[in-house]
């Protein structure tokens, strides 16, 4: 949960910052990413809570045998 600093090469005076947790990343102002973890960490419980909604929704639905699925 690192805020990196980096340069983009289309406004090279400017210092951008990123910061990934999981698989989410959000690049921005060192404020705006700071603010973006922090909350991330503040409500990690509740981030844990939907992934975990999310994988179950999605093995429901693959499991209903109402549709004819062949796959991806």
């Known amino acids: ?5 980096y340069t983009n090469s289309y406004f090279p005076e400017k210092d ?16 705006q990413v700071t603010a973006w973890r922090d909350h991330k960490m503040a409500n990690h419980e509740y981030y844990r809570e939907l992934e975990e909604l999310d994988r179950s929704a999605i093995a429901a639905y ?7 699925y062949k796959g991806d």
């Open 1 to 5: 949960m690192r805020i990196i600093k």
């Open 16 to 31: 951008f910052y990123q910061c990934t947790i999981g698989d989410e990343t959000r690049c921005g102002t060192l404020e």
């Open 62 to 68: 693959y499991e209903d045998q109402s549709f004819d």
